[in-house]
């Protein structure tokens, strides 16, 4: 009897003892992302600045509530599986997370479509005849080393800046598919998922630019 009674006594204290070392770790680590939340978000915020000004050229930007809102509402016809690229693609895995308008004239986006490994991230200048003037692939840290991060490369991506709201783009895998005027992307070797998840990346942005005007 004694035996038990000192082995509920321990299993008691120890645990109360689990349960203070997870409230305390809780509480620490809840207080170092209070602290430093504001300089990831600048941090982040900072990144995308560069980004827009790499892909659209001496131009500022700024948010339209009407535009944030047309695109809050294409998100979701997106995400509801309601829109499709000439292609036949199905762009529910794609989001738009941003969309600023340019004091030149046309939009600066965030958009992103799932690749082999998880989101391929993107920043698009578009001009106000709707065609890509600059892209840039801004993450791609989940795709393969020397295949799909192969996205990122100005060689490669550059092809996109021939698709425009009346162009979409086509991974050449995919071309005999097209219904409609298309721009033919070629493939990175052995990458093919993340070629795609670029091109649909893409053709979002590009379709809900086209809905805009």
Not at 98 to 109: F, H, N
Not at 139 to 153: A, F
Request: charged fraction near 30%.
């Amino acid at each position: 009897m004694e035996n038990n009674e000192k082995k509920k006594n321990t299993l008691v204290h120890d645990t109360i003892a689990i349960f203070l070392i997870t409230l305390v770790a809780g509480i620490l680590l809840g207080g170092v992302y209070q602290i430093t939340k504001d300089t990831i978000t600048k941090r982040e915020e900072d990144a995308t600045n560069e980004a827009y000004a790499a892909v659209y050229k001496d131009a500022t930007f700024k948010e339209d509530d009407a535009v944030t809102k047309a695109k809050d509402a294409f998100n979701e016809d997106l995400k509801a599986g309601k829109v499709e690229s000439q292609a036949g693609y199905n762009l529910s895995d794609v989001e738009i997370t941003d969309i600023r308008v340019a004091d030149k004239g046309g939009y600066v986006l965030t958009t992103s479509g799932k690749g082999y490994g998880g989101a391929v991230k993107i920043a698009l200048g578009v001009n106000d005849q709707g065609e890509i003037i600059g892209i840039q692939v801004t993450d791609c840290t989940n795709e393969t080393p020397g295949l799909g991060q192969n996205s990122s490369k100005e060689e490669w991506n550059g092809q996109f800046k021939e698709a425009s709201t009346a162009k979409e783009a086509v991974v050449d895998k995919d071309k005999e598919s097209a219904k409609g005027d298309v721009v033919e992307i070629s493939a990175i070797s052995g990458a093919t998922i993340t070629s795609r998840a670029v091109s649909r990346a893409v053709d979002g942005a590009m379709l809900l630019i086209a809905s805009l005007k």
